[in-house]
C-alpha cells in the first residue's frame, strides 16, 4: 500500500518526532517548512508559508505528483507562529501574517490535496490548549487555534460520505524549541508550569506524534478535539 504523509512544519519539535514516527510506520513523508529536514527518505519542500503565493509554481506541482499515485494520505498541519500581542495593541498586518501562517495555509494545503484523497485518508490539524480557551499576551495565537478547532470541524462537515475523516490534537505544554523560546527557557517558568500539570512533567513530543498517528488511523474520532496534555490543572 502506498502510504503518504505531507505535513507542515516537520523541522523540529512535534512535527520531526512525527515524521520519524510516520516512517517508522511505513509511509513516505513530505515536508514543508522553511528549515531543511536532516532525516533520509523525507521529501524536503522549503517553502515560506507566510506569504500567501508559498504554493505557487513547483510545491504544489510536486505535491500533485506525490498525491496521484497514492492510496492513503495524512495531511498534518503542523506549522504555526506564535507571538506576544495583546487585543490593545495587536496591528492588523501582524494579526494577518499570524493567521496566514496558523489557519490559511492549512486551507491552501486542504485545496491542493483533497482531490487527491481516497477514503481511508486523513486531514489531522495540531491546535493548542489555547484552542479552547485564553491567556493574556498571546492574542492572535489564541484567536488563530481556535479557527482551527473550526476549520476541522469544516473539514468533518463538508466531506461528508468521501472517506476522509479529522480531527484537531491540542498539546498542552510539549519540550520543544517552541516553547523554549518562548519563556527564555527559564527554569523557574518550567517548574512553574510542571507545577500546573497533574503528572508533574512536560509532555515528550513522540508522545503527540502517537497521538497523531493513532488519529490517522481511527476514523471514529473524526470531528474530536483531542487535548494531549497530561492533565492541565485548571484555576
Same mark, same amino acid.
Given at each position: ?64 505528483? @506525490? !498525491? *496521484? ?6 495531511? %498534518?498541519?503542523?506549522? $504555526?507562529? #506564535?507571538?506576544?500581542?495583546? +487585543?490593545?495593541?495587536? @496591528? !492588523? *498586518? ?6 496566514? %501562517?496558523?489557519?490559511? $495555509?492549512? #486551507?491552501?494545503?486542504?485545496? +491542493? ?123
Amino acid at each position: 500500500m502506498n502510504k503518504l504523509v505531507v505535513i507542515s512544519g516537520g523541522s523540529q519539535g512535534i512535527g520531526r518526532a512525527t515524521v520519524e514516527r510516520f516512517l517508522a510506520e511505513g509511509y513516505r513523508v513530505i515536508n514543508l517548512s522553511r528549515r531543511s529536514l536532516d532525516i533520509e527518505g523525507v521529501l524536503q519542500l522549503s517553502v515560506d508559508m507566510g506569504r500567501i503565493d508559498w504554493l505557487e509554481g513547483m510545491a504544489a506541482e510536486a505535491l500533485s505528483i @506525490a !498525491a *496521484e499515485s497514492a492510496d492513503e494520505i495524512v495531511l %498534518i498541519h503542523n506549522a $504555526a507562529r #506564535q507571538d506576544s500581542d495583546t +487585543v490593545a495593541t495587536l @496591528a !492588523a *498586518e501582524n494579526f494577518a501574517a499570524v493567521l496566514q %501562517i496558523n489557519l490559511v $495555509a492549512p #486551507q491552501q494545503l486542504n485545496a +491542493v490535496l483533497i482531490p487527491y484523497m481516497k477514503p481511508g485518508s486523513s486531514i489531522l490539524y495540531v491546535g493548542s490548549t489555547l484552542a479552547e480557551k485564553a491567556v493574556r499576551g498571546c492574542a492572535s495565537y489564541v484567536a488563530s487555534k481556535h479557527g482551527l478547532v473550526g476549520l476541522m470541524r469544516a473539514t468533518v462537515q463538508d466531506l461528508a460520505g468521501t472517506g476522509i475523516h479529522s480531527a484537531c490534537v491540542c498539546p498542552g505544554f510539549t519540550d520543544t524549541a517552541m516553547l523554549r523560546g518562548h519563556i527564555n527557557n527559564d527554569p523557574e517558568v518550567i517548574a512553574a508550569i510542571t507545577a500546573n500539570v497533574s503528572a508533574g512533567r512536560l509532555i515528550d513530543p513522540q508522545e503527540i506524534a502517537g497521538t497523531l498517528y493513532f488519529c490517522a488511523r481511527s476514523p471514529v474520532i473524526s470531528g474530536a478535539v483531542i487535548h494531549a496534555n497530561l492533565g492541565q490543572i485548571e484555576h
